[in-house]
């Protein structure tokens, strides 16, 4: 069975310093690899999704990679502001769909 | 992208009552739907998949009988809470994609709180 999980659990940073969350998964048959980003007691938001054939995406501050034959994603988040901060959960399509532990983020204004 | 609702966005309820949350794909069809349970500072755990005009597969240790799941139509499924107890207090997301294909991607509703009394 698939397992994702993403390290650290908890991250707390100064605004203005780029950060990496990392999430590493099991089986390396996965189709993509989605970033979402979910504030307290809200539902998901997308934020990247990369394809299996893909390496990165790229989207105003933030940068998704992936290494399918390591099992490992990073999330870098460029000059983080305070509005960042909420948990982020990678989740990865093999048979069916499997989320990571997730990462809460706070960025210290 | 492509918008999915959920209705209500929170709700309380008595115990022992029952409670319907729906999710609605609102710009586009809908053949596979999911509904999802997470706990305070817990990861999305899937509860059942269903596809339109078919019975719902749910995950081991989810009941079925408690947790009754209808898809009738391309829209819009239906997760039922029968006889709901403080312990089913959680919060439900559903989501909705346009195929049954894995490689279809997966859109999400924003959530129904849900708070047994």
């Known amino acids: 069975k698939q397992e994702v999980t993403q390290i650290p659990a908890a991250l707390s940073v100064p605004e203005g310093e780029n950060l990496v969350l990392n999430c590493s998964f099991t089986?390396?048959?996965?189709?993509?690899l989605q970033w979402f980003r979910q504030d307290p007691g809200k539902g998901l938001t997308s934020l990247l999704l990369i394809q299996s054939s893909q390496r990165e995406q790229t989207s105003g501050r933030l940068n998704a990679s992936l290494d399918k034959s390591s099992g490992r994603s990073t999330l870098y988040i460029a000059a983080s502001q305070p509005g960042d901060s909420a948990t982020y959960l990678c989740a990865v399509t093999g048979n069916q769909f499997y989320f990571g532990t997730g990462t809460s983020l706070t960025v210290i204004p | 992208g492509a918008v999915v609702s959920q209705h209500p966005s929170w709700v309380i309820c008595k115990s022992g009552t029952s409670v319907k949350i729906e999710c609605r794909s609102l710009d586009f069809q809908a053949t596979t739907m999911f509904w999802y349970r997470q706990f305070p500072k817990q990861s999305l755990m899937l509860m059942a998949t269903s596809n339109e005009g078919s019975k719902a597969t749910y995950e081991q240790g989810v009941e079925k009988d408690k947790f009754l799941i209808n898809h009738a139509s391309l829209t819009l499924s239906t997760l039922t809470v029968t006889s709901a107890h403080p312990e089913d207090s959680s919060f439900y997301i559903c989501s909705a994609r346009a195929g049954q294909s894995v490689g279809y991607e997966q859109y999400f509703g924003p959530g129904t709180r849900l708070t047994v009394t």
């Open positions: 089986d390396s048959a996965i189709y993509n």
